[in-house]
């Protein structure tokens, strides 16, 4: 998991509901992955016109990725496109609840590794006001691919050749 992590990028919002997110992200990253999730948060503002500014927290991996029509159906409460896996259906429907309750969303994409790219977008709170994301201390969650890493630390990233390294954790 490799984690790049804007040092300006605060939540506006809960942290129990910013792990939870992150948290159902990271999960679905690495059970899909082959071997790679990179994460990548920052703080923009989306409108040039505007003075909001919002949170922006992609989640990549290398797996075999989703059809456009696949991704229309894995957001939707309790949906599963494939039973191999362990799980609920209900992560991605979660993570869609939350964001749409502080305003914010999500979005499925194809990824530039070649799987699928998550893009949760969230309000950004000031600078100095809130938790940083950088913070944010839990465990990721543990990668069920057979070539992606362990459960790994947060504040780390690894490679399935390499030991854990310093990086921003979420």
Request: negative net charge; contains cysteine.
């Amino acid at each position: 998991i490799e984690v790049h992590c804007d040092e300006q990028a605060r939540f506006r919002g809960e942290r129990p509901d910013l792990e939870e997110m992150i948290g159902n992200l990271v999960d679905n990253a690495c059970k899909w992955a082959s071997s790679r999730v990179v994460i990548e948060v920052v703080r923009e503002r989306p409108d040039a016109a505007s003075e909001r500014q919002v949170v922006r927290i992609v989640v990549d991996d290398d797996g075999r990725g989703l059809s456009a029509s696949e991704r229309e159906q894995v957001a939707k409460r309790g949906q599963r496109l494939d039973e191999t896996k362990p799980g609920s259906g209900l992560g991605l429907s979660i993570v869609v609840e939350l964001a749409s309750l502080y305003g914010g969303g999500l979005t499925l994409h194809a990824a530039p590794l070649g799987g699928l790219r998550a893009a949760l977008v969230l309000p950004a709170a000031a600078p100095a006001s809130v938790m940083p994301l950088t913070a944010i201390d839990f465990a990721a969650p543990t990668c069920f691919s057979e070539n992606a890493p362990a459960a790994v630390p947060a504040g780390t990233t690894t490679s399935p050749s390499t030991t854990p390294t310093s990086a921003n954790a979420l």
